[in-house]
Structure formats: C-alpha cells, structure tokens
C-alpha cells in the first residue's frame, strides 16, 4: 500500500458525538448520532451495521436515593462490586450507504416507560447527571478491492466506543407517564372501581386508591 492509498481491507472507526430525544415520535425515542470513518480513508458502498447498546453502570457513581432504588437491580451497594453488571438495552440494525472516508449515521432506539423492564427500572432511579454507555459494533462491509471488483469484510464485535447520555435527555423522551403491568383480575377490579366512582382516568382511580390506603395507614 502506497503513503495515501486506502487499505484492501477496510478497517473502520466508530464515534457517538451526540443523543437527542426524537420530536413528534409514534413512540417515544432517542436519536444518536453515529460518525463511522474509514481508517486511511477511501470509499466504502455499503454497510450491513448490528449495533448493540448496553449501560454501563458501574462507570459513575450514585447518590443515597439512588442506591436504594437500584437495591431491585443490583442489590444492597456493599455488593454492587460483583453484582453490578453492564444491563443490555437495544440491538439495533441499519445500512449504511456508500461514503468516501467518512459518514454520519443517525441511530434511532425506541424508549420503553415499561417499569418492569430492568432499563426502564435504572432510568426511573437515575434522573440526572451522564448515563455511560457501551456501543458495540458488527456486520458486513461492501468495498472494490485493488482490482475494482465488489468484495466484503467483516466487522467484529471487538469494534467499540462509549458515549456519556444526559439523563434528563431519556426523561424528556418519555414524559411524565409510565406503564405497569398487571393479571386481567387486577384490570377487572381496579376497572369496576374507576367505574362505580365514575373516575374519570386511570390516573384518578390509583390515585384515590392511594389516598385511602395513606388513610388506612395513619
């Protein structure tokens, strides 16, 4: 290879330079945004990208009223050193048209507010301050070879960056409402209450439920 002359085989380098929340979404979601290079520079046709997001949680540290949210994940925090581990929250995939050296990909990953869900329950504790996460990177990369001719490579997991993600930026992406599963029974009886007391959202009738347990309670 001469001094200037990309590689015979690609080799890429991967950056996420930033996340905001999706505007006018069918669901809520956040958009990153992935810049891809090619190592020496040249052109690329195409790229079959696997993405994998993961938090990591062990790479910041938590204030007293998050520790005791998270005891559900992670445990008690005298234990967090072996039981904290990174939580997998989305593999996304995507192709990535022809570029000459480098490309900006945006990277759309839908937000659950489903409190069951383990990345739902770690975003509900951690409300401000930077999420770390791990991007890791696979797939296919199309490219002419030395002599012209369309040739793949492959993309190993070993491909990897990381990103600092605002909280608040998650929080703004779903709102201020959460979804909580419950049996059909569950449904039918707090249905009949909201009902017989012509409540008007599901909101009220849980909220009146909780009034009167405080009550009870005192």
């Known amino acids: 290879m001469t001094a200037g002359q990309p590689s015979a085989l690609p080799e890429l380098a991967f950056d996420v330079t930033g996340a ?17 290079r090619r190592v020496g520079g040249g052109p690329v046709r195409s790229i079959n990208l696997t993405t994998a997001i993961r938090i990591a949680p062990a790479r910041r540290r938590y204030r007293a009223a998050e520790q005791d949210e998270l005891v559900e994940l992670f445990g008690v925090p005298q234990r967090w050193a072996t039981t904290m581990r990174p939580l997998p929250w989305a593999r996304l995939t995507s192709v990535v048209g022809p570029f000459v050296d480098d490309v900006v990909v945006p990277l759309q990953l839908a937000c659950t507010n489903d409190v069951e869900l383990a990345v739902a329950k770690y975003f509900h504790a951690v409300r ?10 696979s797939g296919t990369i199309f490219h002419l070879g030395p002599d012209e001719r369309l040739r793949t490579a492959q993309i190993d997991w070993s491909q990897e960056t990381t990103f600092e993600l605002a909280a608040g930026l998650w929080h703004e992406a779903i709102g201020d409402t959460r979804w909580v599963r ?12 909201r009902r017989t ?9 849980i909220g009146a439920l909780l009034a009167r347990a405080g009550q009870d309670a005192s």
């Open 197 to 205: 007391r012509a409540l008007g959202t599901w909101d009220e009738a």
């Open 128 to 137: 401000d301050d930077a999420i770390p996460l791990d991007f890791l990177f």
């Open 20 to 36: 905001e929340p999706v505007r006018m979404a069918a669901v809520p979601a956040l958009n990153f945004e992935l810049h891809v």
């Open 182 to 193: 419950m049996s059909q029974d569950s449904y039918s009886r707090l249905h009949d209450y």
